[in-house]
């Protein structure tokens, strides 16, 4: 059996995947080693019977990484920098499995979402390829959400708006943002009780609060509930945050072997929603298709895309964070002609930001190298 050594498994994506890989069975595939970089030595987690009794490894052991034959990382860039480069340096030839960006643009590294990608992930493992990153949330989301306009090489270019959740800031940023809304309800929840208070009265202290030093803002800097941040990730002082530079570098990436390049491009936002992205896309189709068309090709993409039709009962109720967290379904609605370009489509999406967003495309490109080093 090969051995697979976990990072960063109790954190929130690394707990996600865990959780899926329990559910899925995964475990029995092959010999799983957890390593820690805190608590090195203390006990294993008992999910899975074979686990009992072996202690955690520390996870900067580089003689202890080396005996891996895959390593699937949760950890973060920092742990990646610290740890990748003297690995290999080793010798060290196993696959490296890993959900942070640092190595994601490396000409040595695939992004991996195999659902679109799985021959040039194919063609890159036969070329000795060993290093498998997990997309960018939103490019991974998005790309699920058009797989099948993509698949038809229908698409000229999307321009992508985005409605990012708490979740892909962090668990920490998860956390504040519940805390700014209990904060902002408690400094109102008197006059709201009050039948004949004034809700601008209401309004403007809760507006003084949010501006306030007294709001918890350690994380986002800025109030996010009854906000949003129009601004996702490092300034690259070109007018474009390094979110949006994601979203045609990424994708062109991941398409590559299997697809013509697309442009993309749009504003990221952060509002206050807990771990479902969502975007508005804007997609200019090379040809004018009757919409019936479109909205089969889109259904018929992958197995997770649900089509919601373009009608206000569905839209609200279907086509929301609310609905879609926790799940796999990449909802998809909106769908609908533009009156600006007989060849521009709109469309809404919504995804798990932790599901397919992040823990997903590594769980599955694991089992894919589990099955292709068994074979
Ligand atoms: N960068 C994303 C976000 C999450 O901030 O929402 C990670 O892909």
Redesign the pocket.
């Known amino acids: 059996m090969k051995k697979v050594g976990f990072i960063g498994w109790r954190g929130m994506v690394g707990s996600v995947l865990i959780k899926r890989m329990i559910d899925e069975l995964d475990f029995d595939n092959f010999d799983s080693h957890f390593f820690s970089t805190s608590q090195a030595g203390q006990k294993n987690p008992e999910w899975n019977i074979n686990f009992k009794n072996k202690l955690l490894i520390d996870a900067f052991d580089i003689q202890e990484l080396s005996k891996m034959d895959i390593i699937m990382t949760c950890q973060g860039g920092d742990y990646t920098d610290k740890v990748f480069s003297k690995l290999r340096a080793t010798g060290w030839d196993g696959h490296w499995v890993d959900a942070a960006?640092t190595l994601r643009m490396e000409k040595n590294s695939v992004i991996v979402l195999d659902p679109l990608n799985q021959s040039s992930i194919d063609s890159s493992y036969d070329a000795g390829i060993k290093n498998w990153i997990g997309?960018?949330?939103?490019?991974?989301l998005m790309l699920l959400a058009i797989h099948g306009l993509l698949k038809e090489d229908l698409v000229e270019w999307v321009s992508s708006m985005?409605y990012?959740?708490a979740?892909?800031?962090g668990a920490n940023n998860m956390r504040e943002l519940l805390s700014q809304m209990g904060q902002i309800y408690s400094s109102v929840s008197d006059d709201l009780n009050q039948k004949n208070s004034n809700i601008l009265d209401i309004d403007s202290k809760a507006l003084a609060l949010m501006n306030s030093d007294k709001f918890q803002k350690n994380n986002f800097k800025v109030p996010l509930a009854g906000n949003l941040i129009p601004w996702?990730?490092e300034d690259l002082k070109n007018g474009q945050s390094r979110?949006e530079w994601?979203g045609q570098s990424e994708t062109n990436k991941i398409l590559n072997s299997s697809f013509n390049s697309i442009k993309v491009d749009g504003l990221?936002v952060?509002i206050a929603t807990m771990r479902s992205?969502c975007q508005a896309l804007t997609i200019k189709l090379k040809k004018s298709i009757p919409i019936e068309a479109i909205n089969e090709r889109i259904s018929n993409g992958n197995q997770w895309v649900k089509l919601i039709p373009n009608e206000k009962e569905s839209s609200i109720n279907l086509l929301s964070p609310a609905e879609v967290s926790g799940k796999l379904d990449i909802a998809v609605g909106r769908v609908r002609k533009l009156d600006i370009d007989k060849n521009c489509i709109s469309l809404f999406t919504v995804g798990d930001?932790l599901l397919w967003?992040?823990s997903e495309p590594i769980r599955r490109m694991l089992n894919i190298l589990v099955r292709k080093g068994n074979g």
């Open positions: 960006s997309g960018n949330c939103t490019v991974s985005t990012q959740a979740s892909g800031a996702i990730d979110e994601k990221c952060r992205h930001q967003g992040a």
